[in-house]
């Protein structure tokens, strides 16, 4: 079973001024309104992000069935946007592995990988003993979760509202966080070259293929940098 104590301490992490889960739930806002000008019902709005829980991929199945992409690309698309979790899942589960804990809980809890969530829980896994993190993380992952869901929610209740403007900014909200956060986490040379050469081979590739600009300008400056870090380590 899952320990009460710390999935409900998981959960409460989500409070504070610089929660990840605020600029969270203001992008799925814009999601909700997105996917009712798409024609969405509000339970289809709801299935939607209860399944995929991923903004960047939501976007990527918005727009897809905008310009009238089959089902089989819009799946492609989305999988490919959602393969950026990957790093982050083999990051984390080596700190909530332990022994006494049943492999279902893992399975569960993939569904809850996600930049806002894992950022959280990488900054508090210290203080949390390692058998019982996978609880404090389901409780993490929940609440994000929710907070993904009962956005979509208000954003689709209040699409009429907001203009292309709001709707816009709302949706940018969550990158410009994440941006910020990386600039916080500059404290080596892989992550620091990471994010300065991100920044300049992206914008430099779109020249050259604006549709794979970013997948181009990011494996790259990663790799470039892991080699250099790596070199002079």
């Known amino acids: 079973m899952i320990?009460?104590?710390?999935?409900?301490k998981g959960f409460k992490s989500i409070k504070g001024v610089g929660s990840p889960a605020i600029a969270l739930g203001a992008s799925f806002i814009a999601i909700g309104a997105l996917l009712k000008n798409l024609g969405f019902s509000i339970q289809e709005s709801i299935f939607s992000t209860f399944l995929t829980?991923?903004?960047?991929?939501?976007l990527v199945m918005a727009e897809s069935m905008l310009i009238g992409a089959s089902l089989i690309?819009?799946?492609i698309a989305v999988w490919l946007v959602n393969a950026r979790l990957y790093p982050m899942t083999v990051a984390l589960m080596p700190l909530?592995?332990?022994?006494?804990?049943p492999r279902w809980k893992y399975y569960l809890s993939c569904h809850f990988i996600a930049v806002s969530s894992w950022l959280i829980m990488k900054d508090n896994y210290e203080d949390i003993e390692k058998e019982n993190r996978i609880d404090f993380w389901i409780g993490i992952g929940t609440a994000t979760w929710s907070v993904a869901i009962f956005s979509t929610v208000i954003g689709y209740i209040a699409s009429d509202f907001l203009n292309k403007d709001m709707l816009i900014g709302l949706a940018i909200i969550n990158p410009i966080y994440f941006i910020?956060?990386?600039?916080?986490a500059m404290k080596t040379m892989q992550i620091s070259l990471s994010v300065?050469?991100?920044?300049?081979?992206?914008?430099?590739?779109?020249?050259?293929?604006?549709?794979w600009s970013i997948l181009f300008g990011g494996f790259f400056a990663g790799t470039i940098a892991f080699f250099i870090g790596e070199k002079n380590d």
């Open 3 to 8: 320990d009460p104590k710390y999935f409900l």
């Open 96 to 101: 909530l592995i332990h022994e006494n804990q």
């Open 53 to 58: 829980y991923a903004l960047p991929g939501s």
């Open 73 to 75: 690309n819009i799946f």
């Open 196 to 211: 300065i050469l991100g920044a300049v081979l992206g914008p430099a590739f779109y020249f050259f293929s604006p549709e």
């Open 180 to 184: 910020c956060m990386m600039l916080g």
